[in-house]
């Protein structure tokens, strides 16, 4: 029986965010310059996800974007991106006026397929930036070894994968930068908000100057830099602090919630589920699917027939390769990474809360199933 409209994803918030947050406001701490709640939430979210350095932006997306310009990427530069993402890692490189390079992926992890880099790699490619997609650790090996071959960096897109594991170490800690989302659907939210994690106190540094208008030391109106106001506020800090508590709890419910579907679903025809490689602890951000022919339905009909159902589902990224925007500027072909383009059309991601109820995941199943045999 459904009892209510299923959300893809509620955040899981406690009495401990309130408390927080309300402390921060007493104290009138409430900018994104000062206040207890940044350091703290910085440093903790630093070491939990195993480096010495945290800096704490406004979203995913200007930690992106610090990150590529802290690295000193610009104009003539290129920076080799998994396909398969959020639009914002390609516009951080292009704010930067560098151009991105997509790369196609592999089709069971949906991350970037390192065997395919190496092609890509030209003298003006200065980056590799791989993202975690949905919670899974990118092959991260192959790619530390081909970039320290051509002596380029690389750049973790964590947004979607806080706490996951490669070999036993944390993401975001195992290329030269890393950036968290921290957006309503993360894995832990300040609503809107990032950060940047890395172990180079000298990057960490740039990125904290250019955060903030990169303004000067001894006469702070005396600029270094083309700076930004990229910072997150002591208010969204203190909600992220407090979140910080629950993450391994968050994870752990993820986790369950993906044993749930792994076990009800892998016998249906057709549907393909998220895997998790024996490299890696995936955190499951978003229970990801494709529909293979023999499912019998396409994407688009499945999502609303669920959708009828009050089941919320959302449709896997598109490409950069098939956006128009840079189609039409010639930058790209449709057809350049078609592992990336069949996921595209044919995957969708389905309730993944970490409050979700067992009778909440039966419906869901249930619903998937009946779909599947052409009952409704
Ligand atoms: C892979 C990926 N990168 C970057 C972002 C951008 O993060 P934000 O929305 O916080 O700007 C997101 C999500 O929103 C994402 O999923």
């Not at 195993?50 to 932006?57: E, I, K, M, R």
């Amino acid at each position: 029986m459904n009892v209510r409209y299923i959300p893809v994803a509620e955040p899981f918030l406690g009495t401990e965010e309130v408390e927080y947050v309300l402390s921060a406001l007493s104290k009138r701490a409430i900018s994104g310059l000062y206040g207890e709640y940044i350091d703290k939430f910085e440093a903790g979210f630093a070491a939990y996800s195993d480096c010495s350095c945290g800096v704490a932006t406004s979203s995913g997306t200007t930690a992106l974007h610090l990150a590529v310009a802290s690295l000193g990427i610009g104009p003539g530069d290129e920076v080799l991106v998994s396909s398969f993402t959020n639009m914002a890692s390609f516009f951080a490189v292009l704010y930067q006026g560098a151009r991105p390079v997509p790369v196609d992926i592999e089709p069971d992890t949906w991350n970037i397929n390192p065997s395919l880099i190496e092609q890509k790699i030209v003298p003006k490619t200065r980056a590799i930036m791989v993202v975690h997609i949905y919670g899974h650790p990118v092959d991260m090996d192959p790619v530390l070894e081909i970039a320290k071959k051509h002596n380029l960096y690389v750049i973790e897109d964590c947004a979607e994968a806080h706490g996951a594991l490669y070999k036993g170490q944390k993401v975001g800690s195992l290329g030269d930068i890393g950036c968290f989302s921290f957006y309503a659907n993360k894995i832990i939210t300040t609503g809107e908000g990032g950060m940047i994690t890395t172990d180079n106190v000298a990057l960490a540094n740039k990125a904290r100057s250019l955060r903030s208008l990169a303004f000067g030391t001894d006469n702070k109106f005396m600029h270094e830099d083309i700076g930004y106001n990229y910072r997150l506020t002591n208010l969204q800090a203190a909600v992220g602090y407090a979140q910080l508590g629950k993450i391994d709890e968050i994870i752990e419910r993820k986790r369950k919630v993906a044993q749930y579907y792994n076990e009800n679903l892998r016998d249906v025809p057709g549907l393909q589920l998220p895997v998790e490689k024996d490299y890696g602890r995936n955190v499951y951000w978003m229970y990801h699917v494709v529909l293979h022919r023999d499912f019998g339905f396409p994407r688009d009909v499945v999502m609303k027939k669920l959708k009828d159902y009050g089941i919320e589902t959302r449709e896997s990224f598109v490409p950069y390769n098939q956006q128009q925007i840079f189609i039409s500027k010639g930058w790209v072909k449709d057809d350049e990474c078609p592992k990336a383009n069949y996921v595209a059309e044919n995957g969708f991601y389905i309730p993944s809360s970490p409050s979700l109820e067992e009778d909440e995941l039966a419906f869901i199943v249930d619903r998937i199933k009946l779909i599947q045999k052409g009952v409704r």
